[in-house]
């Protein structure tokens, strides 16, 4: 029979580490990660939310409108006509995001003649209703979009600061944020656009 001692006993012990809780907690983590990884990714690419500025958009989106932006589609594909974009203005940094739908894309000619739309010369047949363009601004003469330049205008066509001004112009990729997809609020009119 051993005897015990009294007192203090400063030998280590052997902890065993149980292997199975290190597994389980290995697993959650990888899990989390994943998990940050895809919300980010999401947010980042198609959950940008902005909001629309003034009445420019009027029938299809209304001023204080929130929107969710897709900014992963337009790094592999390029905006269509009749494709709603948020962009900023000249890549002005410090202005608010616009947005506006695209009516003529790289390569084609745009003139607003008798308060008529033409794109490459021939009447453009809109989805939406539009109100006959009282003011053609630059848009009077003929204009050849470069390589890399997009042509819009607001559903609101005569109140609306678009590409037929000046301080606007044709619209660079570059400029380009995403393609508006998703209105969030108000809640009555949440959809796709």
């Known amino acids: 029979m051993r005897r015990q001692r009294s007192g203090l006993n400063f030998t280590k012990r052997k902890k ?4 199975e809780i290190v597994k389980e907690v290995s697993v959650w983590a990888v899990e989390i990660a994943i998990t940050l ?7 980042y690419f198609i959950g940008l939310r902005t909001s629309v500025v003034g009445q420019s958009m009027a029938e299809t989106l209304h001023s204080g409108d929130e929107i969710l932006v897709n900014r ?9 006509p009749n494709d709603i974009i948020v962009f900023l203005p000249n890549g002005n940094e410090k202005s608010h995001y616009y947005v506006k739908r695209v009516v003529a894309v790289p390569g084609d000619t745009v003139l607003i003649e008798n308060g008529v739309l033409y794109v490459n010369g021939e009447l453009l047949e809109e989805e939406i209703d539009v ?3 009282e003011e053609a601004g630059l848009a009077s003469e003929e204009i050849t979009l470069a390589s890399d330049e997009f042509f819009v205008l607001g559903d609101n066509r005569n109140n609306s600061e678009d590409s037929r001004y000046a301080n606007i ?3 660079k990729k570059e400029h380009i944020i995403g393609k508006a997809w998703f209105r969030i609020a ?6 796709f656009l």
């Open 72 to 80: 992963f589609i337009y790094k592999v594909t390029n905006p269509k």
């Open 16 to 19: 065993k580490i149980n292997m």
């Open 131 to 133: 109100a006959s363009i």
């Open 186 to 191: 108000p809640w009555g009119d949440m959809g």
């Open 37 to 43: 990884l895809l919300a980010f990714t999401f947010v």
């Open 169 to 171: 112009g044709n619209i």
